[in-house]
Structures are given as C-alpha cells and as structure tokens.
C-alpha cells in the first residue's frame, strides 16, 4: 500500500477529472512545460496536450478572464494561481464578472480557481498570504480550504464538478507534510462543498478551525487532554457554503466555543461565525466566543516573526485553559 | 458583402430605431425615472449596427460602449433594453443589472462589467475556447478607446494573438470633447503592431465601411489568422451621462424633412444617419416616402417598447437572495 502525500491527492484529483472529462482544461504559470512551480501538473502537458494545458503570461487578471470566457462556451477551466498571494492581481474579473454572472444573468462560471496559500515556509509576506475573505464577503463565489489528503482530493473533484467559480485554497504547508495511504482515496465518493466534519469529539471545549490549523488544534487537544480537558475540533472544509448546522449543534452541545484561524484577526472568518453563534445560540453559551488567530500584520518574513504571527499551539491551550474556568 | 434593397433599409432602420430608442432612455434617465448610468453617445450607430450585422448567431458579442444598435441586432427586443433600466420584474436581468448591456448567451450575447476592458480577456476565453473546440465561432468585442490604457485590454489581447484566438477588437474613438475618461490615447496602430496584430482603420461614421472591414477581420479569424484590431474613429458624437450633460443630438425631423434647408457637407459626413441616407438617396435606393416610412416604424417600436416597459411590474423582492449558485440537486 502506498502512501500519498497532499500535493500528490490534488495531482490524482486533477489527472482523474481531466480524463473523465474532455471539456475540463488548465491554465497557469508554469503548468505546462515547467510542470507546475510545486510539479503539482508535472506531465500533464503531455498527456493532454498544449489546447487544455495552457501556460499563460504572468497576467492573473488576463488569464481568469479567458478562464471565465472559455467556462461561457462549454469548458471546464482550473486556473492555477502560482502562489494564491498573486490573485490579488485577479481581483476585479472575480469578483465582477465570475461572481455576478450567474446572479445578473444567468450565466453560471464553473472555473476552479486554485493555488498555494498560507504561510509557515519562510516565504515573506507576498508568498504567504490567505486571502479567503476577500472572497468569502464576495457573493457568489464557493470558498474550499481542504485539510487532509482525502478532502484535498475529494473536494479538488467535487469542485471541477461545480456549476459555479469556486476558490480552492491549498496550504503549501501541507503539501509535503500531511500523507495517507492511497486506499484512502480509492472507492471515495465525492464529497459534497459545504459540509464540515468534526475530527475529534470532545465534551468540553469545540474548536472551529480549517486548512493547516486544524492539526495545529489537534495538537493542542493533546496536550489539553492530559489536564482533564477535552477539545471537539470542527474541520470547516468550506467557507462558503459555511456549515451553521454544525457548529450550531456543537455549540449547543458543549457550550464553549473557540475559532481558530491562520488568516488575519479583524474581518477574519472567526468574526462572522461568532456573530453566528451569537444570534443562534447565545443562551448555549457558558463562556465567552474566543478567537486564536494571526494579529492584523502582513505575513512577515524572518523566522522568529512568522512564527509569532501564525497561531501555534501553546495559543490554543492558553485560550482553552481561560475558557475552562467558566 | 452584396447587400439588396430590403437589406440596406433594415440597416438603415436599425440605426434610426438606435437612435431614437437611446433619445427616449436619456428622456428617461432626465426625469428620473431610469437611474442607472447610461452613458450613451450618439454618433455610434455606424459602428453598432455595423459591428453586430457580420457576425452570424453562431458568433459572440460584447460590448462596454453604449452600442444599442448591436444588441438589437443580435436579437434583443427595445422593450427588454427598457425594461431591464427600468429595472422590471421581466427584465432579462429581473432587475438585478441594470446596466445597458446584458448577456444572454442563447443569443450571443456577453454581459460585461460595464467597464472598459474587462471582457476582452473573457471574450478572448470565447475565442479561444471556440478554436480547441473546433467550433466555427468568432467573439467580437467594442470598447472605447480609454481601453486601450488599462491593462484588462493588453493581457486579453496578449494571449489572443499568442493563441491565435478569433477575436475581432473594435475600438471606437472619439471625438475629444465626448471622449470617456477625457485623457487621450494615441497611436493604436503602433501598439497593435507590437503585438504583431493586425489592425485595420475605418471611417467610424460610414456604416458600410464599418460593415466591410468587420467582414475582413471575421474572415481572417475564421482563416484562422488570428485577432484583428479595428480602430473606428468617430468624426462627431454627443454624450450623455446624466443630467447636467446635453441630450443626445436630437433626431430632427423638421429639418430633415425641409427640403429648401441646406446641410453641411461634413455635417452629413458625420452624421452615420444622414450619411447611410444621402447613400442610399444617391444610388436611387431611398425615397422620402420611403425613409418616413422607416422612421414611422420606428417610433412605433419605441413607443411600444415604452408602453409596455412602463406598464411591467417592479421584481418581487422573495427573489433577492435566489439564483446566487446552481441549486444543488
């Protein structure tokens, strides 16, 4: 039995859905001849060929648009940002024209629009960024952030399959590190976009986190759990759809809640899933909503600053011991 | 492109009914009745009805100018122009857009932002995508010439000529006291020559002009040539934004209709209208009974469209949150 790493799943997922699928194509920087700045499209070119693996100039905002345009007539686009920092660059053909077809008229977009996001490898602040919320406050775009190789396959799929643009945000961090045995994604269905999973159950705290946060909150879990406390983690997978239903019920069943994030504090997802909680079930509450995220600063480069900037561990058994005296 | 008699009055019809349907949504938008950011300009019958007559329902169009004309070629009735600025309940948008130019791709049509160059890198997608898939299509874009500064505009067109992507590019310029933006571009052949693209000039005022070199840059595209650049420049045009601007040069019957009043030779030539007429007048082809004739008609429809666009109800506000994804089944 072999194992898979997550890069290798999001390789399979895009292989598989190009073979199933003659209308689905690929367009970035460096996917073709280089094989992908990762080799995450390493041969590709040569299975499919240069009219469905496409490299483009470095022009983010140009190459969306052609994506958008070749989804109007029939395609199946993947649009691979080389580092998702650069679809800033992309900003105004999603959320104008991908986002608001299908709703002003009718015209749905079924574009994946993917790339390495997040930070934790050194890479500074231009090669680190996640820039879900950009997007999340954008209607009519679907938001994934997969956490395990099975769902990084899986929702890779479910995504190509979508009718409308989707952002598919991969964790660089996770690329090499995070592995499973390949027969986790063999006889997989395709998991549907927008239900969240809860990793580990736990009767005293609830942990709603995403993408390379949630082993950051599994090894806190951990560490909590041999001090009597016991941490449920909820894996959201999508942003957008959001999963209330789940944190809901989690809530109302354990009664404290912390929202951990690798992305920015103010404006970050943690601040609208509070508000959720707060409305839906604030009399569930037997402590106040905490947020463990990065502090409102670009991601910075040096060492001993990322490290300070990204959420570890030793934040979330700090957070989960203040929230247990209550 | 042998065109008869009926043929050219429908040509010429188009223009009038453009025209007088754009007079009668500036009339709209100074009472306040219609919000939206209009934008139109007269003078840009020529290069509307023109841009749009070549193109087969096979091909594909968009446009960011105020090209009326186009999008009644390809199908679109007056009434759901003014429905869809009204913002009615069956307005093809149902009220959710607004803007002049809708999509409907049924009809070939692709809505853009309403900006100036954000589709040519989606109409270039169109293209291409129409050459992979091997299907007899060319994607044909207008925008104005303060485009031609933005970057939206070179990155399509860059990938278009490295792709070889039917794509037809018309840009209209115009004259300065109507140009969006203000600020003037210049040298467009020197910049369509860096890219190794084509570029063809037209008189923007003379819609047969507009019609034969269209007609070249389709069969190049279709030749597999690749993009071509059309650059239309204007040699009069009014603009309409809102309401401190001036109404669109009105469509003067009286004087049209007076034959002891004398008309500037290059007030005609700049004119698409009077130009197509004096045309038609000079090759026999048009008699006053019949051009009467063509703009009673028109009227009609714009009065129609009019009526009817008024008499439509606002959208039901249960639908404001639907049709933002595909349902999930």
């Known amino acids: ?326 | 492109m042998s065109l008869g008699k009926r043929q050219l009055h429908e040509l010429l019809f188009y223009m009038i009914l453009t025209r007088k349907l754009e007079e009668s949504l500036a009339r709209l938008h100074r009472e306040k009745r219609l919000t939206s950011p209009l934008g139109l300009h007269s003078g840009l019958e020529a290069v509307s009805v023109g841009a749009a007559f070549v193109p087969t329902p096979r091909d594909l169009l968009a446009s960011s100018l105020p090209t009326t004309g186009a999008f009644l070629l390809r199908g679109v009735k007056p009434v759901e122009i003014v429905l869809e600025l009204l913002g009615k309940g069956a307005a093809p948008s149902g009220g959710r857009s607004g803007i002049r130019d809708f999509g409907d791709l049924g009809r070939g049509i692709v809505a853009t932002t309403g900006h100036a160059a954000t589709h040519v890198s989606v109409m270039t997608g169109m293209a291409f995508s129409a050459r992979v898939q091997r299907q007899d299509r060319v994607a044909v874009a207008l925008v104005s010439e303060e485009a031609v500064a933005t970057g939206d505009f070179h990155e399509g067109l860059n990938f278009a000529c490295v792709r070889k992507a039917p794509l037809v590019v018309v840009v209209v310029r115009f004259p300065s006291a109507a140009r969006p933006g203000g600020a003037e571009v210049s040298q467009l052949y020197e910049r369509a020559r860096g890219y190794g693209l084509t570029a063809l000039p037209v008189d923007g005022s003379d819609l047969l002009q507009v019609i034969q070199v269209v007609e070249t840059a389709l069969e190049r595209a279709k030749a597999g040539e690749g993009p071509t650049l059309v650059e239309a420049p204007l040699r009069s045009s009014t603009r309409y934004i809102g309401s401190d601007d001036a109404m669109p040069a009105p469509f003067d019957e009286a004087a049209r209709l007076d034959p002891t009043r004398s008309e500037n030779e290059t007030d005609v030539d700049a004119n698409p209208i009077r130009r197509f007429e004096r045309f038609l007048s000079n090759q026999d082809c048009l008699s006053e009974v019949e051009r009467a004739a063509l703009s009673a008609r028109a009227d009609d429809v714009v009065s129609d469209a009019l009526r009817a666009a008024d008499a439509a109800i606002s959208p039901d506000a249960r639908g404001l949150e639907e049709r933002l994804f595909e349902p999930v089944s």
């Not at chain 1, 691979?80 to 986002?99: G, H, L, P, S, V």
């Not at chain 1, 015209?107 to 930070?119: C, F, H, N, T």
């Not at chain 1, 950051?216 to 959001?242: M, T």
């Open chain 1, 1 to 326: 039995m072999t194992e898979i790493t997550y890069l290798e799943a999001i390789r399979q997922a895009m292989w598989e859905e190009m073979e199933r699928d003659p209308r689905v194509i690929l367009l970035g920087e460096d996917v073709g001849l280089y094989g992908g700045a990762f080799k995450v499209t390493a041969g590709f070119l040569e299975k499919f060929g240069k009219d469905r693996v496409i490299d483009t100039p470095i022009s983010e905002e140009g190459y969306t648009g052609v994506a958008i345009g070749a989804a109007f007539n029939g395609l199946r686009p993947i649009v691979e940002f080389q580092f998702i920092d650069f679809i800033a660059n992309a900003f105004n053909m999603i959320t104008n024209f991908a986002a608001k077809s299908r709703y002003r008229w009718g015209a749905g977009v079924p574009i994946v629009m993917r790339g390495p996001a997040g930070g934790g490898v050194r890479a500074g602040p231009f090669h680190s960024q996640n820039p879900e919320m950009h997007f999340v406050h954008t209607p009519g775009i679907k938001v994934v952030t997969p956490a395990t190789v099975a769902d990084a396959h899986g929702l890779l799929k479910a995504a190509v399959r979508d009718e409308d643009p989707v952002l598919y945000l991969e964790h660089k961090k996770l690329y090499r590190h995070v592995k499973a045995s390949s027969s986790e994604l063999e006889s997989r269905e395709t998991p549907p976009i927008g239900k969240a999973i809860v990793r580990r159950r736990g009767e005293h705290i609830v942990v709603v986190t995403y993408s390379a946060m949630l082993y950051v909150a599994l090894e806190a879990a951990e560490i909590l759990a041999k001090e009597g406390i016991e941490l449920e983690v909820i894996d959201l997978r999508s942003l957008v759809p959001l999963d209330r239903e789940c944190i809901l019920e989690a809530v109302r069943r354990v009664n404290k809640v912390m929202i951990l994030h690798e992305d920015t504090r103010t404006g970050g997802i943690a601040g609208e899933i509070s508000a959720i909680i707060s409305d839906e079930a604030f009399d569930d509450l037997d402590g106040p909503i905490l947020r463990v995220t990065a502090p409102d600063t670009p991601v910075p480069y040096a060492a001993a600053l990322e490290d300070a900037f990204i959420p570890r561990a030793e934040d979330i058994v700090r957070a989960a011991r203040r929230l247990a005296r209550y």
